[in-house]
């Protein structure tokens, strides 16, 4: 754990929070929860009851399904990813536990930034969608967005993933561009797509 300064963003009271710099799940299973649900980033002022978010360098290692995420502003390089994994840097907690529930439910985050770009166009509406899960029998993913000050849902069928996928197996190119600990987002996919 790593005692970390920070103010309350009501009050401004000054407090200590501890924050583990990095959660393991083979070695701290109990963690991947905590940090998935965002709990693990939160700590309430001692002084008005303010619940705060911290955002400070982290590393997510998840080594049964290969994967790294770091949280950070900096820019960073591909060096040192072991070879067979998957690595993403992110740049909030909310893309943090966006990237670990597109992972867990067996999706590519390629493809799911895909299908956000496709569901904003036929929303007709330039939102932030996030990736909020799939269930249903057939498979059916959700995304949530803000407007008017609630979350919207929105719906999309399984085939959109799938269409989505065989954009990006005829572009291999999209995907060979993808080195190291790759910043996947919506400004990423812009590159390729307007």
Same mark, same amino acid.
């Given at each position: 754990m790593s005692n970390i300064a920070a103010s309350c963003s009501k009050c401004g009271a000054a407090h200590v929070a501890e &924050?583990? *710099?990095?959660?393991?799940?083979a070695t701290d299973p109990e963690l991947k929860e905590k940090?998935?649900? #965002? %709990? !693990?980033?939160? +700590?309430t002022c001692p002084h008005c009851g303010t619940v705060n978010l911290l955002s400070v360098p982290f590393l997510y290692h998840d080594p049964s399904a290969r994967l790294m995420l770091v949280l950070t502003?900096?820019? !960073?390089? /591909? %060096? #040192?990813?072991?070879e067979g994994y998957t690595g993403r840097q992110v740049r909030s907690v909310g893309d943090l536990m966006e990237k670990i529930k597109i992972f867990d439910a067996g999706l590519d985050d390629l493809i799911i930034e895909m299908c956000k770009f496709v569901t904003c166009q036929e929303l007709k509406k330039?939102?932030? &969608?996030?990736? /909020?899960?799939?269930? #249903?029998?057939?498979? $059916?993913?959700? =995304?949530?967005?803000? %407007?008017?000050?609630q979350?919207? &849902?929105? /719906?999309? #069928? =399984?085939?959109?993933? $799938?269409?989505c996928a065989g954009i990006l197996r005829r572009n291999p190119q999209i995907r060979d561009s993808? *080195?190291? &600990?790759a910043l996947i987002d919506q400004a +990423? !996919?812009?590159?390729? =797509?307007r």
């Open positions: &924050l583990p *710099q990095s959660v393991n799940v940090v998935r649900s #965002g %709990e !693990l980033f939160t +700590w502003t900096t820019p !960073l390089g /591909a %060096e #040192g990813l072991p330039d939102v932030a &969608l996030r990736f /909020a899960g799939m269930d #249903g029998a057939d498979a $059916e993913m959700t =995304f949530t967005y803000p %407007e008017n000050g979350m919207e &849902l929105v /719906a999309v #069928g =399984f085939n959109v993933y $799938e269409d993808v *080195q190291g &600990l +990423w !996919l812009s590159r390729y =797509f």
